[in-house]
């Protein structure tokens, strides 16, 4: 039996990719009429395909059939279709989840911004209010100060009228005291003159 050699091995390789098949040990020592070692033809074998093998073998992949290839374009194209179909509603669904978030979050907005110019206002209220209450206050305290100031006025009044009604009274009494002295002399000038009349006994 002739020994294995490595250009036996390398044409038996090269017809298995010519007929389009894919070299390996079994098959090339088939090809060789079953002589040689296995690990002599897979030592030859890698050493081949370290060469040129693997050019090789690339070179002589079958093309692909022209039915196979139309097939196989329809099908890409029906995934691509089918893929940004489920891309733009993703992508819809996605702007309208945005939409309504925007479109809560512009209510929130409103709603804090009337919160706010209704506390605004609220404040503008209770500075008019305090402002109102000041002005009573200034006002109650200048009536306060008139009627203090009055009501030392009408003591002092009332002080000199009560003096003028004392000395009123006093005169008063003085001329009621001299009215009756003078109404005893009268009622003793009387009877004097009663007394003293003509034709009168003694």
């Known amino acids: 039996m002739s020994r ?13 990719v010519e007929s389009g098949d894919r070299p390996s040990a079994p098959k090339i020592r088939k090809l060789l009429g079953d002589r040689g070692g296995m690990a002599t033809i897979q030592k030859h074998l890698d050493s081949w395909r ?13 093309e692909m059939p022209e039915q196979l290839a139309a097939d196989a374009q329809t099908l890409i194209q029906q995934i691509w279709r089918q893929a940004r179909i489920a891309a733009d509603e993703e992508i819809q669904a996605d702007r309208e989840k945005l939409a309504q978030e925007r479109s809560l979050m512009q209510e929130k907005l409103d709603e804090t ?7 605004e206002q609220q404040i503008d209220d209770l500075k008019d209010q305090v402002k ?23 003591g002092t009044q009332a002080a000199v009228l009560a003096e003028r009604c004392s000395q009123y009274e006093k005169s008063l009494q003085a001329a009621q005291e001299r009215e009756e002295k003078l109404l ?13 009349a003509p034709g009168k006994k003694a």
């Open 184 to 196: 005893a002399q009268l009622e003793k000038l009387s009877e004097s003159i009663k007394t003293n």
């Open 50 to 62: 370290e060469a040129d093998g693997k050019d090789a073998e690339a070179s002589q992949v079958p």
């Open 132 to 154: 109102s209450l000041g002005q009573k206050v200034d006002e109650l305290d200048q009536a306060s100060q008139s009627a203090k100031a009055e009501l030392a006025e009408s």
């Open 4 to 16: 294995i050699t490595f250009e036996d091995v390398s044409t038996a390789a090269r017809r298995l």
């Open 113 to 119: 911004i009337a919160v706010s110019e209704q506390q």
